[in-house]
């Protein structure tokens, strides 16, 4: 074989693994976050009628989850991710995420299985969702970084608008409970295949990832910009977090029937698909920080329409503007870390800024749960809350450098 036919064949070669690393992050993202995170709200009223849970005790479940999870093995997946590659914890994280749904169905109105089988559903995001993905992406692409990244983002787009349809399609012929069933089964099933062949990155077909000043995570905490990433990733997340799981409860108020109100959550998570291409290919244009300002504040501007007398498409129109900015959102800061503080330590660094991310997320739902109580049936502090804690998050990112990244 000739060294021409050899230099085509490894870039072939190159083009397919890194064409199957970017499905498998996908088919992950759809099944973990799509199906598994974003499913669950929709029984939220279900659990609500049925065993009489307030609607702070309900989104306490993911709270819980991911506050025990998050600090105790947040962590650790990031180091074990670093140094041994992504594919074991995957598997298992996968297996942890359907088992979850599938016991959610069968707790009986009992608060410590409720609680225990979040616990398994944080595990399996930590193990399988973002973390890993993210680390596969960064360490697989060196141009175009951002583009593959929001085009495997774009599986928590897909799963997250489809979850919704298939849980009312679900329901409405079997039930809730066998819907969350199949949910669970339908999660191993779709993420399980792809993740048996990963390739190591560490191996020898990728190539090898820049060393970084800030390659040591003491050098990382001792680093103000991380900080400033992770107030700032915590503000929009947790926001994000708050109206999320609270929109069917708003929608449910406003007496939008089950298939309508899982359509106007679908739209949502189909507009962040086009939030997820959009910012990823600003995000390889121009400078990272200012696609990150971007976001949050598209976040922050459309959460004043659910407070505002009702017009012609208003919900609609919402459902838009914020699924654009939620799609952004999450495929913004490993694009953001990953400049900062190089490739080599994102998993650890990732680790740790998910975990603070993570308690945002699982805090903010309850805090929103906790004033809607307060003000006797009413969204409109809570939500202006959560206004203006986007805005402060957008604050503290305007501090990060703003390095315009290299397209070389």
């Not at 990823?280 to 459309?302: C, E, P, T």
Request: with cysteine.
């Amino acid at each position: 074989m000739t060294a021409n036919s050899t230099t085509l064949s490894n870039r072939t070669s190159g083009r397919s693994s890194k064409k199957y690393i970017v499905a498998t992050a996908f088919l992950a993202l759809f099944a973990i976050v799509g199906l598994a995170l974003y499913g669950p709200p929709f029984f939220y009223d279900f659990w609500e009628s049925a065993y009489g849970w307030s609607r702070t005790t309900i989104p306490s479940g993911n709270a819980l989850g991911k506050l025990l999870v998050a600090p105790l093995f947040g962590f650790i997946a990031g180091w074990l991710i670093d140094r041994y590659g992504p594919r074991k914890l995957m598997i298992s994280g996968v297996l942890m995420a359907g088992m979850a749904l599938v016991g959610l169905s069968l707790t009986g109105g009992s608060l410590p299985l409720f609680y225990l089988f979040y616990v398994f559903n944080a595990l399996g995001y930590v193990c399988a969702g973002p973390l890993p993905c993210q680390v596969l992406i960064s360490r697989w692409f060196e141009k175009n970084r951002g583009k593959a990244m929001g085009i495997a983002y774009l599986g928590i787009g897909t799963g997250g608008a489809l979850a919704p349809l298939l849980a009312n399609g679900f329901e409405s012929r079997f039930g809730w409970q066998i819907a969350l069933i199949a949910l669970g089964v339908l999660i191993v099933i779709i993420a399980m295949p792809m993740a048996f062949f990963i390739k190591d990155p560490a191996a020898k077909e990728v190539k090898k990832v820049e060393a970084s000043p800030t390659d040591s995570i003491g050098s990382i905490l001792k680093n103000r910009n991380f900080y400033l990433l992770c107030i700032g990733s915590m503000c929009a997340i947790g926001v994000v977090g708050g109206v999320n799981q609270h929109l069917k409860f708003y929608l449910r108020d406003l007496e939008f029937a089950q298939d309508k109100a899982a359509h106007i959550i679908s739209l949502v998570l189909l507009s962040s698909l086009i939030g997820r291409v959009m910012m990823g290919w600003l995000a390889d244009l121009f400078s990272r920080k200012n696609v990150m300002i971007l976001i949050y504040l598209i976040v922050a501007s459309a959460i004043p329409l659910l407070m505002i007398p009702d017009f012609p498409g208003r919900i609609y129109l919402f459902a838009v503007l914020f699924g654009i900015g939620l799609g952004g959102d999450y495929m913004i800061i490993p694009l953001m870390a990953g400049d900062l503080f190089g490739i080599r330590a994102l998993g650890r660094t990732m680790g740790i800024v998910l975990v603070a991310d993570g308690i945002a997320e699982s805090v903010f739902p309850m805090m929103v749960g906790a004033i809607y109580k307060g003000s006797e049936g009413n969204y409109t502090m809570a939500f202006a809350i959560l206004i203006v804690i986007a805005l402060v998050g957008t604050v503290f990112i305007t501090f990060l450098p703003g390095k315009k990244v290299s397209l070389q």
